[in-house]
């Protein structure tokens, strides 16, 4: 399962509030990633990162930022939750700093906006 | 064009069938195809994986890439029940952070 692991696994919030979504991983990846999931669109890139501290936006980054304080360590934050946020939310790593260019997926957060 | 077309199905097979998963594309610079495996309310799990064009085999199941027709398939031999999930394939140029999905097939095989 690539050691990653999500929090929460599921949430219920409210239009407006604040929500951030932890993703951590135990195997020292220096690539992770953002991805939401939705029914009709697939799988989307929302951000990703390439070490501590360094960030770059996806194709749907839009209300949505992230921070990168340790290796292991990856949030997903919404400002201000708003209806069309509700989704599944995958973190994923990559091993391309082991030679091998693919994407690994841990197992989600349901995120509900009311 | 979309980037990546992929039939929705849903496909309904009896078990010990041979299934057959396809993905077209349109951008000629994608080198790295993969095959992901998502059962309901799970994560997506990585099946196969392949750079540039051929095939790679691993038990059931078989992965072919025919990049001169845009064209990805993967095959899974002898399915069984436990094989019933959707099936994404996904794709990335070399040094690209954007892995590229289908919208996936839901594959259901029935004992």
């Known amino acids: 399962d690539a050691g990653i692991t999500q929090s929460p696994r599921h949430k219920v919030t409210e239009t407006g509030t604040p929500v951030t979504l932890r993703c951590h991983q135990t195997e020292n990846h220096r690539y992770m990633y953002w991805y939401r999931q939705d029914p009709g669109h697939g799988l989307r890139l929302i951000h990703y990162?390439?070490?501590?501290?360094?960030?770059d936006k996806g194709e749907v980054s839009d209300g949505y930022s992230v921070s990168r304080s340790k290796t292991e360590d990856f949030l997903l934050t919404l400002e201000s939750a708003t209806s069309s946020q509700t989704s599944v939310y995958f973190c994923?790593?990559?091993?391309?700093?082991?030679?091998?260019?693919?994407?690994?997926f841990g197992p989600g957060t349901r995120l509900t906006v009311l | 064009q979309k980037e990546v077309e992929q039939d929705p199905g849903p496909l309904s097979v009896p078990e010990g069938a041979i299934v057959s998963l396809n993905c077209t594309y349109s951008?000629?610079?994608?080198?790295?195809f993969m095959w992901y495996r998502q059962y309901s309310r799970k994560g997506p799990e990585l099946l196969m994986y392949t750079y540039s064009s051929g095939n790679k085999e691993d038990g059931r199941f078989t992965a072919q890439v025919d990049k001169s027709s845009k064209y990805i398939s993967l095959f899974i031999r002898d399915s069984q029940p436990s094989d019933s999930a959707t099936y994404l394939c996904?794709?990335?140029?070399?040094?690209?952070?954007?892995?590229?999905f289908g919208k996936g097939t839901k594959l259901t095989v029935n004992p």
């Open positions: 990162s390439y070490g501590v501290k360094d960030t």
């Open positions: 951008n000629s610079a994608f080198q790295y």
């Open positions: 994923a790593i990559s091993e391309r700093d082991r030679k091998v260019d693919t994407q690994y």
């Open positions: 996904a794709m990335k140029e070399g040094g690209s952070e954007k892995l590229v």
